[in-house]
Nanobody, 117 residues
Framework: QVQLVESGGGLVQAGGSLRLSCAAS????????MGWYRQAPGKEREFVAA????????YYADSVKGRFTISRDNAKITVYLQMDSLKPEDTAIYYC??????????WGQGTQVTVSS
């Protein structure tokens, strides 16, 4: 049973930083892409960042490029999202995702990030 458990969300002032963690278990993720998505109130879920578990290639949405950094720890089977220079528009529930191709998708329960102005 695949489990993705996010942590690290919270309330921060604009310009501040947070680091989200996603602890993965229940599967071998070597062929997976691990990603972060977010959903703000009244909006659709959107892509934030992703990392290929094998090789470590990273991908970012234009809105977070240069401010957010995705990384992974192979030994801990954990993916991180370092978020710097946070803006009020970054306020959302952040979800961890594990995907293998287009057919297999797992989601975490989400963690709230609130950025005050």
């Amino acid at each position: 049973q695949v489990q993705l458990v996010e942590s690290g969300g919270g309330l921060v002032q604009a310009g501040g930083s947070l680091r989200l963690s996603c602890a993965a278990s229940g599967h071998t993720f070597s062929n997976y892409d691990m990603g972060w998505y977010r959903q703000a109130p009244g909006k659709e879920r959107e892509f934030v960042a992703a990392i290929r578990w094998s090789g470590g290639s990273t991908y970012y949405a234009d809105s977070v490029k240069g401010r957010f950094t995705i990384s992974r720890d192979n030994a801990k089977i954990t993916v991180y999202l370092q978020m710097d220079s946070l803006k009020p528009e970054d306020t959302a529930i952040y979800y961890c995702n594990a995907a293998e191709g287009e057919a297999i998708n797992y989601w975490g329960q989400g963690t709230q990030v609130t950025v005050s102005s």
